[in-house]
């Protein structure tokens, strides 16, 4: 037997293979493709104080190695969530981590809060990469003060694995990193997409309505790689490897660089059953390696 289990702060998962959040649904949608039960975990899509109607379309672009997005969290806002999705993911016995949006750090505590007094999760991960209306439109998670601020809101809310998802469009994502680690952070997730930008050379036009958006799949693995590689050395937290994983190897690439779980997003759009597929996968992996447990590839990285 393999113990493919990992542990993120207090949450235990029956093994690293997570959905990274806005390609997965609420994880209903996917119940008729895989057993949602033998994944490690599934992160919902953005959940906001108020429903969102995202973006005006065109939203999504494909490039020649992955596809960029301004969806803009669409989503039905928290009591919708509440009534509509929550006791459907209570049925569940794989973990829940919601994902959670909001444009000042009083919207974040109250969607936790409202959830948490609705049954709650097993966890959340907080989408630090939006604009924070209240200082003046910056990104909370391009500084690390603000990052701090939100991660110390939140942790006073609730005593479930908080994970705060880091963007990689900073000078310094250590530095972030290190401040959501010391207001009590559980774990880190790295990353979000890129941002980048299509023009369509007939209309001379952007090819998404918002100019640029964010660019995600398999050509921002190595960028990925890079930040994981720098987030692992700086903290002592678990981090979840996101970024372009479409098959087995980039698992193993996100485990033996340090990364404690992984995250799997645009591949969902390609093969709805990939996640369960690289349960499976690397399950038999470590069973063909005489691996017995995870730790003894985590991290393994020789440099
Ligand atoms: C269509 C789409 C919607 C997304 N929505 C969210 C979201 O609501 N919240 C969030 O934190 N990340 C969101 N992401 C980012 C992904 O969770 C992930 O971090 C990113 O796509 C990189 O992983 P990938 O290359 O495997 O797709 C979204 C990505 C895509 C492609």
């Known amino acids: 037997m393999v113990d493919l289990s990992v542990k993120l702060g207090n949450l235990v998962l029956s093994n690293p293979i997570l959905t990274a959040s806005g390609t997965f649904g609420s994880g209903e949608e996917f119940a008729g493709f ?4 033998k994944l490690g975990g599934i992160v919902t899509k953005a959940v906001t104080r108020e429903p969102r109607i995202g973006n005006p379309y065109p939203r999504i672009a494909e490039t020649l190695a992955g596809m960029l997005n301004s969806i803009g969290l669409a989503n039905p806002g928290v009591e919708k969530f509440i009534t509509q999705k929550l006791p459907f993911l209570h049925s569940l016995k794989t973990k829940v981590i919601v994902n959670v949006a909001a444009k000042t750090i009083d919207d974040f505590a109250h969607v936790i809060r409202r959830i948490e007094s609705s049954g709650g999760v097993d966890g959340y991960e907080l989408n630090v990469s939006c604009p924070n209306v209240k200082e003046g439109g910056i990104a909370f998670g391009t500084d690390p003060r603000i990052t701090g601020k939100i991660t110390a809101a939140v942790r006073k809310i609730t005593a479930k694995c908080l994970i705060v998802k880091l963007t990689p469009n900073v000078t310094s994502i250590s530095t972030i990193a290190r401040a959501a680690e010391s207001e009590g952070a559980d774990a880190l997730s790295v990353m ?67 990364a404690s779980a992984i995250q799997v997003g645009t591949a969902n759009f390609i093969n709805p059953a990939i996640s369960e597929e690289l349960a499976a996968n690397l399950e038999n992996y470590c069973l063909s390696h005489h691996i017995k447990t995870l730790q003894d590839i985590i991290g393994n990285l020789q440099t």
């Open 192 to 258: 979000n997409t890129l941002v980048g930008m299509a023009v369509d050379i007939h209309s001379r036009r952007p090819k998404l309505s918002t100019i640029t958006g964010g660019l995600s799949g398999p050509a921002v693995k190595p960028v990925a790689i890079a930040r994981v590689y720098e987030v692992v050395n700086a903290v002592q937290i678990p981090v979840i490897g996101i970024g372009g994983i479409m098959g087995l190897e980039d698992v193993l690439e996100f485990l033996i660089t340090g």
């Open 34 to 37: 895989i057993d949602l039960n």
